[in-house]
């Protein structure tokens, strides 16, 4: 206290016209302090800044200091890895539409829909089960956003662009482009979206006819009062990937083709849409079900209501109480009698599904991709407003190589996701070949694991960049986090995606591998003769061969060798495939410097942590109870 107080003489003895702590006096904002309240007595030192005419905080409700917020601005203007991704592979006229189109969309965005999907987290659907006179009515009750965004998206052919194709093999990188400007202020409604496409995409593969015929159009129209979303009622009471074993709702024939559905979803996702594809077994005669994926056949039912208002065959028991993607309705579900009709042969449902999961979680995939880019824009952003410690958070060197390397991550997350995006556009116009048909089955699984992985870590890491500010829930920050964190979970975890993607490899007698390894090669070609890319091609080039000699070693080895490889086996493929899209890019003569530092950066990690892991004896036979052990050691 002695201390305060000569340094507060001095600076009154001094003048008042400097700063004291680093604040202008004209910034202060004080109230008269003329006169004490009541009951109160003016200590000394309040009396000397009084004298001063600098009291700043008596009776104050609220501090001098005021930060600036980080300001969105267009996201397809903030975002040169993308324009210029476009603008190296798409065709001219292409890109000349395409990004006419993104410009607006992007403006779009910034000016009016974020605004929406703040709108929608701080609005999130609550469920009426009963109207004022006690009839059941089970109405999911949603913000006026979350109406406006399903109208935007039709408006703006967010799935229709998939399925007009009026860019040919290019429209799923232009559809994808678009869904990744818009996923961080969509509210989460690009996770209805993403089952609406992949409803769209089944209901193509199995053929457009009766009696989806008119749900396909639907599904993919650009007239907001026709456009439909779609559920995907998958998950039950046991939870998790292992549908074959836990689907219980059963499906009973009806004498006119059709079925009714009995059974209980635990877990329904947008269950504000209208319509669903769910799995479900067929009961015989007998009255019993084939057990396992066998037994599984693939349903289509529309979500309505009868003229009492009542849903038809639906009951919602409760909404589903989240860690994030709160602004989206998801419920647990009684299925009493929902009449539905059997799009996949009997017993066919799981292979029927199987298109709705590729696209499904390439959506997953752009969402991880755009949270990584919006929360970098936005810290980037901040670090020009926010001062510390004297100077703009920009000018401090360890703040921006934080950043630096959340954009690695991010520059990378995204190649590989539009690469994917590429292969499935060249799949679905007809113009793939075996290689890409390969690799598009083996980097789906990928990227969607390696991607949710990267989101989180780069979104915590982003809002560390904020400070306080983004721990605090009305700065919007803390949302980015939480919605981050379901994408290493929808979908499959990275544990279920990583066996997949050993699934993938057997099936195809490792022909998967024989496309990656080749066109890997293809890539780094790119950079032959690029001195500057050299120490990265070097580290890739390394990377392969390791990856390689581990692939012939657990050939050799039991299941359970592969099977304890299988994580570090897909972030081995994501990072070498990554590496070598980074310097691909870097070499495109339109590139940056920015892109080459990218890819130097990139490959200065582990690109093979399979192989690092291996040569330290992680897959041993003696590993698993040894980490069994760990995990359940009770000896203190």
């Known amino acids: 206290m002695l201390v305060c107080s000569a340094l507060l003489k001095r600076h009154v003895a001094e003048g008042c016209h400097r700063s004291w702590c680093g604040v202008p006096q004209l910034l202060i904002h004080s109230r008269s302090a003329s006169v004490a309240e009541p009951g109160t007595r003016r200590s000394d030192e309040e009396q000397l800044w009084e004298a001063a005419g600098t ?8 501090g001098s200091f005021f930060q600036e917020r980080p300001v969105l601005k267009n996201p397809f203007l903030e975002d040169s890895l993308l324009r210029g991704y476009l603008r190296r592979h798409l065709p001219h006229e292409v890109n000349r539409a395409v990004f006419s189109d993104l410009c607006a969309f992007g403006e779009r965005v910034a000016e009016e829909v974020d605004g929406w999907g703040r709108e929608c987290e701080v609005t999130p659907p609550r469920l009426l089960h009963y109207d004022p006179w006690g009839c059941r009515v089970d109405h999911i009750v949603t913000s006026p956003a979350w109406k406006r965004m399903k109208d935007l998206s039709a408006q703006e052919g967010l799935v229709a662009i998939g399925y007009e194709r009026s860019f040919g093999q290019w429209s799923r990188v232009y559809q994808m482009s678009k869904l990744y400007i818009f996923s961080p202020s969509s509210g989460l409604y690009t996770c209805p979206l993403a089952m609406t496409d992949g409803a769209a995409k ?110 038809r065959g639906i009951e919602v028991q409760r909404l589903k109480d989240k860690l994030g993607t709160r602004q989206m309705p998801t419920a647990e579900l009684l299925l009493d009698g ?13 292979a029927s599904i199987a298109n709705m999961l590729t696209i499904t979680r390439i959506h997953n995939s752009v969402s991880a991709a755009a949270a990584m880019r919006r929360v970098l824009q936005l810290a980037r952003d901040y670090a020009t407003r926010r001062t510390a410690f ?17 954009e690695v991550e ?67 920050l803390p949302g980015l986090l939480r919605d981050a964190q379901v994408l290493s979970i929808w979908e499959g975890t990275t544990n279920v995606l990583s066996l997949d993607v050993l699934r993938c490899v057997a099936r195809s007698s490792g022909m998967v591998l024989h496309a990656y390894f080749t066109h890997t090669q293809t890539l ?113």
């Open 410 to 476: 991010t520059r990378g997350a995204f190649l590989l996701v539009m690469d994917v995006c590429r292969l499935l556009g060249r799949e679905e116009n007809g113009v793939a070949t075996q290689l890409d048909t390969h690799l598009l089955r083996l980097l789906t699984p990928v990227v969607k694991l390696y991607t949710g992985k990267q989101a989180v870590a780069v979104v915590s890491e982003g809002l560390e960049s904020f400070g306080g500010q983004g721990y605090i829930e009305d700065t919007g």
């Open 338 to 350: 929902l009449p539905a009709y059997r799009l996949s042969e009997e017993g066919r449902g799981v």
């Open 55 to 62: 009291l700043p905080f008596t009776r104050a409700r609220i």
């Open 202 to 311: 089944v209901i193509q593969s199995i053929g457009v006819s009766w009696p989806v015929e008119e749900a396909y159009s639907h599904l993919t129209t650009r007239q907001p009062e026709r456009f439909w979303t779609s559920g995907q009622w998958m998950t039950e009471r046991q939870g998790g990937s292992d549908v074959a074993s836990g689907t219980e709702t059963v499906a009973i024939p009806q004498t006119d083709g059709s079925y009714r559905l009995h059974g209980f979803k635990w877990f329904t996702s947008a269950t504000d849409a209208d319509m669903t594809l769910t799995l479900a077994r067929v009961q015989n005669q007998m009255g019993t079900t084939t057990p396992g994926s066998k037994g599984l056949s693939l349903f289509y039912a529309e979500v309505s209501r009868d003229e009492n208002g009542r849903l």
């Open 524 to 636: 780094l070609a790119s950079a032959s003769g690029v001195s500057s890319m050299a120490p990265a091609v070097k580290a890739v080039n390394k990377a392969l061969s390791e990856l390689q000699a581990f692939v012939q070693e657990a050939a050799t080895k039991s299941p359970d060798y592969l099977e304890l490889a299988a994580r570090d086996l897909a972030f081995s493929l994501a990072r070498i495939y990554i590496g070598s899209l980074l310097i691909d890019h870097a070499c495109w003569k339109g590139a940056s410097p920015c892109d080459a530092y990218t890819a130097l950066r990139w490959c200065e990690q582990d690109l093979c942590p399979v192989a690092t892991k291996q040569g330290r004896g992680c897959y041993e036979s003696s590993t698993p109870q040894l980490d069994a052990a760990l995990v359940f050691d009770q000896n203190y």
């Open 390 to 406: 004297g100077k703009l958070l920009k000018d401090h060197p360890l703040h921006m190589q934080t950043l630096a390397r959340m």
